[in-house]
């Protein structure tokens, strides 16, 4: 029997599928008979874990095609951030990420991402997404006209500096971050540099070198329990294998409401992990890893540029405007 004469009810039944408002079977259907172009890409579904998706309206219900156009097949840069307010109460603000693929709505666990785009691209021209009044601000504040990612590096550093989340939580906890900018042009610099580098190991294009997450034992490779050793430094999948060693502080490392490296193998439960994911797992491990020491240096850098309270004496608002 071809597909295409597969009952509605038999699909639905096999993949406990239903219809609502937005969506229905019948529809999602014609419309992939029809459509001419492909719509499967990579986008990010948890932190550190892209999937494959039908980006359309056969399988999303909103896929905000006003938000991909910038994204995919594009070459850009997004910034996630999202506001506590309620949905992780009892989390330390910590929603924060880049991305160069489309980003699920719920990455950091329900309550959203907002998404601020380096670039924008409109009628085939590409324009830095970085209001007038902005970069008329921090040109003439150090006298330099800085790239776009010079600046998005000053703001993942700012957004990763300890001191800033702590003693800002209570405002992180209700509304968008705001960036404090520093009396002094070194200080900026030192901290985009220290930024970028985050961005780059956060976007697997750079690869901390390390003896982190080898994979161990004989078996399937079949993720049947997710649980981590404190006295072996282990992660283990099945009675017989497991990732080790990864640190705890790795392992409790958490961005949103998920602990990162346990949600990539419970999301693979009852499956076998291929080579491609075990190689993954052990990368995130050591970007991780790398995350929290490059966080430590960010501090520092932090802690000379606005003091040990870490409060600025002036703070403006995020340098871009949500997709």
């Known amino acids: 029997m ?29 419309l992939i008979r029809e459509r001419n172009e492909d719509k499967i890409q990579t986008v990010l579904y948890r932190p550190f ?6 980006y359309d309206y056969v399988t999303m219900d909103y896929p905000r095609r006003d938000l991909i156009k910038h994204v995919a097949g594009k070459k850009n840069l997004l910034l996630g951030v ?19 693929v489309p980003v699920d709505a719920n990455v950091f666990r329900r309550g959203g991402i907002y998404l601020f785009p380096l670039f924008i691209y409109e009628d085939h021209n590409t324009k ?10 921090i040109d003439a504040r150090y006298d330099h006209v800085y790239t776009p990612e010079d600046i998005l590096g000053y703001i993942y550093a700012v957004l990763h500096a300890p001191i800033y989340r702590s003693t800002y939580a209570d405002f992180l906890r209700i ?20 930024g970028w580098r985050l961005v780059q190991v956060h976007l697997m294009r750079e690869k901390p070198k390390g003896k982190l997450a080898a994979f161990h034992g004989k078996g399937t490779h079949e993720v049947d329990e997710v649980a981590y050793s404190e006295v072996e430094n282990s992660v283990r999948i099945n009675a017989g294998q497991c ?19 346990e949600k990539y193998l419970k999301s693979r439960k009852g499956r076998r992990l291929t080579l491609d994911e075990i190689d993954h797992f052990a990368a995130t491990v050591k970007a991780l890893a790398f995350t929290i020491e490059q966080m430590g240096r960010i501090d520092l850098a ?20 949500p997709m």
């Open 2 to 30: 071809r597909y295409t004469e597969i009952p509605d009810e038999l699909i639905c039944k096999k993949y406990n599928l239903k219809d609502n408002r937005d969506w229905k079977l019948q529809d999602a259907r014609k």
């Open 49 to 54: 874990d892209k999937r494959w998706a039908d």
């Open 82 to 100: 999202g506001k506590a307010g309620g949905a992780i109460p009892e989390r330390p603000w910590e929603l924060v990420g880049v991305y160069e």
């Open 128 to 137: 830095e997404n970085i209001s007038p009044d902005f970069r008329a601000f």
């Open 175 to 194: 509304d968008f971050p705001r960036i404090p900018f520093p009396d002094h042009k070194r200080d900026f610099e030192a901290l985009s540099e220290l």
């Open 243 to 261: 990732f080790k060693p990864v640190p705890q502080a790795v392992w409790d490392f958490h961005i949103g409401g998920y602990r990162v490296v």
């Open 302 to 321: 932090y802690c000379a540029a606005f003091g040990s309270s870490g409060k600025a004496s002036r703070v403006d608002d995020l340098a871009a405007a």
